[in-house]
């Protein structure tokens, strides 16, 4: 499966009045009527347990320069958000400069194997109509060329527009 690309992006949490946030690449698009989109997190996430908790979860997509916070929310560091601005948005933790924003509640967690696939409905979305995405494929970070040169809708310009 590292041969497949995939989106990059920091899920996050709030958790008895503190942020939690953890690196997913398995965001995907469910449906449409309602917005739905999907999560799959390890069982012993500890993200995942704080989502239980709370009902709801921000989704950050990253942009292309962001392989940094894509690393530090991957790492067992204790304060993965030092050094990486936020804010509280709907409260939940948004990254300042990441480029796309959902805001999710949870809808049903379906077990499957040593994953758990989180259903999430999108309630918000926000972003940003030019940056370029955060991609991963073969352990690697980059972007997708297309994007580079400004000539396609961004990810969330067509999830607000399946949502309208
Ligand atoms: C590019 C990338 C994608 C990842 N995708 C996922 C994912 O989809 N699901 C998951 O459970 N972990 C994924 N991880 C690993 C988690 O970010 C990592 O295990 C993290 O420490 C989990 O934190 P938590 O225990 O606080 O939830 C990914 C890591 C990277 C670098």
Known sequence: MAEVCTSVAVVTA????????ATV?????????????????????NLLARIRRSGRFGVNLLGAGQADAARAFASPAADRFAGVPWYPD???????????WL????????????????????TRVAGSRTAAPLVHGRRTFGTHSAFTHGTHASLTDRIAAFAR
């Open 90 to 100: 709907d409260g939940l933790p948004r990254l300042r400069h990441a480029p796309g």
């Open 103 to 122: 805001v999710c509640r949870t809808h049903r967690f379906v077990t499957g194997g040593d994953h758990v696939l989180l259903l999430g409905l999108v």
């Open 25 to 45: 690449g398995s965001l995907a698009s469910l449906s449409l009527r309602p917005p739905m989109v999907t999560i799959a997190l390890d069982q012993h996430s």
């Open 14 to 21: 709030t958790a008895d009045g503190r942020p939690h946030g």
